[in-house]
């Protein structure tokens, strides 16, 4: 029979006394690993060496304190074998909350001190980060979570820290604060290592029964996560306040007997509870009580609340350059991971037939036991015989442990649609002992947030209930099943088949598809030009989201040969332009090449075309203002717009001189404005802001029209524009006698005429001399001069 289920009923009281806690068994294990590797206790005595140096060095500065703040990356490994030992985000966030306070001194009872002993309480500059960045430069939170078939693990041994004794492989010591949580035997609250010992047993352990600050798990005493903070200070060099019992008690041997430090008085033996002014030594020349609120004694948590300023130098020198924690100083575990790559393109499709792990994928096996492994032979959805991936939960009793079948990271940013199919095939055991299945998204290099298939038991089954080893023997044992992923189109994304062991049966997966649909390639739109000088100018237009490159095309107007170039980026800077107007465009390359645009609409500048500079007003009335600026080169006129400062609507108007008379303004109102050049067939960008106030009051009645209508300008309309053959002109605004020029874009007037009297207010234009391009109509009658652009086709 498979399955033996055997149900112990235990009544019994579980009293814990302070006595029977042995909070802290981090000497134990130094003195194990001395044994183990007797170089390790020279590395210790080299660091003493070390540290009594730097302190002798700081007490010599004038500023003997260092202000910069360390800030080390922690990863907490959770090790559970039941519910309560997985401890949840929360008690995680609470117990890192409790060491950035207790390491700056900004813990809410700091006014518990003592007073002989406030003086000698100090901030040791040091915070904590859960890891953002895991050892191969990926988004983490900094905790990671591991089912163990150990109930509890012995306290004499390193067993929490290697995936082959059933608990987690740590991360790089030089660059993170390996924390295992998870229960131990013997009382045992915890232990540490202190610097230099080997990266594979560095870092803290601690049992879930004192880790947070938060929660109902907590041990009486213990609730206040000091336990932590105890440990920590043993990692960061600090011996027990009553380490060589009464050992130091003079100012010539505290330095180098107890625990190294002279401004945290003697004491005889570990301090338990919370007591009352204990003095279990005598010092000279002056006798201290004992501190028993120091974070390195045993107390209990809300009795505890310093560290000394001589624990904090200790602490210190691991810091400085040369110091045995100086790696972490660099470390880049709690900054941004690098930007996220762009993986592999649709479609992808993984039917097994290749080698296994099949190329981009990568298995994740948590526990080191059974996982993710290929299946050679079985009848596949089609009916024939194929390979697959499976998980053995048949022969896997780890109820609850979970084994990760990873994607490569998957591009779908040019893609307005996705699917995600695979066929499954599964057998529960039966009700009782049943597996699981998930499919979860990593959204854009994040975290596997997002779950988008959650079946288990009989809802996963494909078959009936199977009390034998499953092996899909027939087409119909398999279920295909589809996935919308249409909310990720457009972004990068990482797909994992999560397997959650029940000690069930086989887990079957094959022909993994993932189709989408391309998003169109559209041309870019906005192109604009900045930085003009004689010879160079910047080209500008908005991205397309799913272009790998764009396509600039560019010459001067009025020629016919394109200079063409391919960029990745969304502006080019081009130089050694010589002549007065260019046009140019753009299109999009999608899909690495395989598809491209339309061309973009022409855009035309000229290099020498500059805006204007030296704004100014004068003659402001209420209702009235005299604008100015200074002349530009090659100008054939300038665009005025003004408004109502902070609205949104631009009012523009045309002028021929550097100089403008507004009318028709709101008096006690603040205005801005700004202007542009035109120089044919460009213009430049507008100048700089200026602003002016009317004056008079708001009760004032404004005259006119607003801001830069009120003067009689004559009109001009030209249609059809483009035109090809004949065009015609309405005028308005006119003397009878005025004059008609036709220029071209480069300024040159190819056709002029004298009107002395026009019946009518139009006339007609013919254009069949004319080359294709554009031109610009002026119309001047001695008073006012209005100049209107126009296109032959």
């Known amino acids: 029979m498979k399955r033996i289920l055997f149900l112990f009923l235990l009544t019994g009281i579980c009293i814990f006394s302070v006595q029977s806690q042995e909070p802290c068994k981090t000497m134990d294990h130094i003195a194990l690993q001395d044994q183990i590797d007797p170089d390790y206790a020279k590395r210790r005595a080299a660091l003493e060496k070390f540290t009594n140096n730097f302190i002798q060095s700081q007490s010599a500065a004038a500023n003997n304190r260092n202000s910069a703040i360390v800030t080390i990356p922690v990863v907490v490994h959770i090790l559970y074998n039941n519910a309560a030992s997985n401890l949840s985000d929360n008690v995680v966030y609470s117990q890192i909350d409790v060491l950035n306070e207790d390491f700056r001194r900004l813990n809410a009872d700091t006014n518990q001190t003592r007073s002989m002993f406030q003086s000698v309480a100090g901030d040791p500059l040091i915070e904590f980060c859960?890891?953002?960045?895991?050892?191969?430069?990926?988004?983490?939170?900094?905790?990671?979570?591991?089912?163990?078939?150990?109930?509890?693990?012995?306290?004499?041994?390193?067993?929490?820290?290697?995936?082959?004794?059933?608990?987690?492989?740590?991360?790089?010591?030089?660059?993170?604060?390996?924390?295992?949580?998870?229960?131990?035997?013997?009382?045992?609250?915890?232990?540490?290592?202190?610097?230099?010992?080997?990266?594979?047993?560095?870092?803290?352990?601690c049992d879930p029964n004192v880790f947070g600050a938060t929660g109902s798990?907590?041990?009486?005493?213990?609730?206040?996560?000091?336990?932590?903070?105890?440990?920590?200070?043993?990692?960061?060099?600090?011996?027990?306040?009553?380490?060589?019992?009464?050992?130091?008690?003079?100012?010539?041997?505290?330095?180098?007997?107890?625990?190294?430090?002279?401004?945290?008085?003697?004491?005889?033996?570990?301090?338990?509870?919370?007591?009352?002014?204990?003095?279990?030594c005598t010092e000279t020349p002056v006798d201290e009580v004992d501190m028993y609120e120091n974070y390195m004694d045993y107390t209990y948590d809300n009795c505890k609340n310093l560290f000394t300023n001589g624990q904090i130098s200790r602490m210190q020198a691991l810091f400085s350059?040369?110091?045995?924690?100086?790696?972490?100083?660099?470390?880049?575990?709690?900054?941004?991971?690098?930007?996220?790559?762009s993986?592999?393109?649709?479609?992808?499709?993984?039917?097994?037939?290749?080698?296994?792990?099949?190329?981009?994928?990568?298995?994740?096996?948590?526990?080191?036991?059974?996982?993710?492994?290929?299946?050679?032979?079985?009848?596949?959805?089609?009916?024939?015989?194929?390979?697959?991936?499976?998980?053995?939960?048949?022969?896997?009793?780890?109820?609850?442990?979970?084994?990760?079948?990873?994607?490569?990271?998957?591009?779908?940013?040019?893609?307005?649609?996705?699917?995600?199919?695979?066929?499954?095939?599964?057998?529960q055991y039966d009700n009782t002992y049943s597996d699981g299945m998930r499919v979860e998204i990593a959204p854009n290099c994040n975290s596997f947030s997002d779950v988008v298939f959650n079946k288990s038991g009989s809802i996963l089954a494909t078959v009936p209930d199977q009390t034998t080893a499953f092996s899909p023997s027939s087409s119909n044992d398999w279920r295909n099943e589809t996935i919308n992923l249409d909310s990720y189109a457009g972004s990068i994304i990482t797909i994992r088949f999560v397997n959650v062991n029940g000690y069930g049966n086989n887990l079957y997966l094959d022909n993994i598809n993932i189709n989408g649909n391309l998003l169109p390639c559209l041309p870019p739109q906005n192109l604009n030009v900045t930085n003009i000088t004689s010879s160079k100018a910047t080209l500008n237009w908005d991205p397309v989201s799913n272009a790998t490159s764009y396509v600039i095309q560019g010459r001067a107007l009025n020629t016919s040969s394109w200079v063409n170039l391919t960029v990745s980026g969304t502006s080019y800077t081009a130089s050694g332009l010589a002549g007065y107007a260019y046009e140019w465009q753009v299109r999009s390359v999608c899909d690495n090449g395989n598809s491209t645009s339309a061309y973009s609409p022409l855009d035309t500048f000229g290099v020498g075309c500059h805006a204007p500079i030296q704004l100014s007003t004068s003659n402001i009335t209420n209702n009235s203002v005299q604008l100015h600026w200074s002349p530009v080169p090659g100008a054939f006129f300038y665009i005025i717009r003004g408004r109502v400062s902070g609205s949104s609507a631009w009012v523009s108007i045309q002028s021929l001189s550097t100089t403008y008379f507004a009318i028709g303004l709101s008096p006690n109102t603040s205005y801005e404005w700004q202007v542009r050049t035109n120089c044919g067939s460009y213009s430049s960008s507008f100048s700089y802001l200026n602003t002016f106030s009317t004056t008079g009051s708001s009760s004032s009645s404004a005259i006119g029209n607003p801001?830069?209508?009120?003067?009689?300008?004559?009109?001009?309309?030209?249609?059809?524009?483009?035109?090809?053959?004949?065009?015609?002109?309405?005028?308005?605004?006119?003397?009878?006698?005025?004059?008609?020029?036709?220029?071209?874009?480069?300024?040159?007037?190819?056709?002029?005429?004298?009107?002395?009297?026009?019946?009518?207010?139009t006339l007609q234009l013919d254009l069949k001399e004319l080359q294709s391009g554009i031109y610009f109509c002026r119309i001047t009658d001695g008073k006012k001069e209005v100049v209107k652009k126009f296109i032959k086709e």
């Not at 526990?367 to 022969?395: E, I, P």
Request: charged residues 15%; proline residues 5%; negative net charge.
């Open 130 to 205: 859960l890891a953002t960045t895991d050892p191969s430069g990926n988004p983490t939170d900094g905790i990671t979570r591991t089912f163990t078939n150990t109930t509890s693990f012995d306290s004499n041994t390193n067993d929490m820290k290697s995936a082959s004794s059933g608990g987690k492989d740590p991360w790089p010591a030089a660059q993170y604060l390996n924390v295992w949580v998870c229960e131990l035997q013997g009382n045992v609250l915890g232990f540490a290592y202190f610097p230099g010992a080997p990266a594979s047993i560095d870092g803290i352990v």
């Open 217 to 280: 798990h907590l041990l009486s005493g213990y609730q206040d996560g000091r336990t932590m903070t105890h440990e920590v200070g043993h990692y960061l060099n600090l011996y027990h306040t009553f380490n060589d019992a009464c050992a130091g008690t003079s100012a010539s041997s505290c330095g180098n007997s107890g625990d190294r430090v002279c401004d945290t008085p003697p004491v005889a033996n570990a301090t338990f509870g919370c007591p009352s002014n204990p003095n279990t």
């Open 321 to 341: 350059q040369g110091g045995l924690r100086y790696s972490l100083v660099n470390s880049s575990g709690c900054s941004l991971p690098s930007a996220c790559d």
């Open 343 to 427: 993986g592999q393109t649709l479609p992808l499709m993984e039917d097994f037939q290749g080698s296994f792990v099949p190329q981009g994928w990568t298995i994740e096996n948590p526990d080191g036991s059974n996982t993710w492994q290929l299946a050679a032979s079985v009848t596949g959805a089609s009916g024939g015989s194929t390979r697959a991936t499976f998980v053995d939960n048949f022969t896997y009793n780890a109820s609850g442990n979970e084994d990760y079948f990873v994607s490569m990271q998957l591009d779908l940013s040019g893609n307005s649609t996705a699917t995600l199919t695979f066929d499954v095939a599964y057998a």
């Open 707 to 761: 801001m830069f209508e009120g003067n009689d300008e004559g009109k001009i309309l030209i249609y059809p524009n483009p035109a090809s053959q004949k065009a015609t002109i309405q005028m308005a605004g006119f003397e009878e006698q005025f004059r008609l020029e036709l220029m071209n874009a480069l300024g040159q007037v190819v056709y002029t005429n004298e009107y002395y009297e026009m019946s009518g207010n």
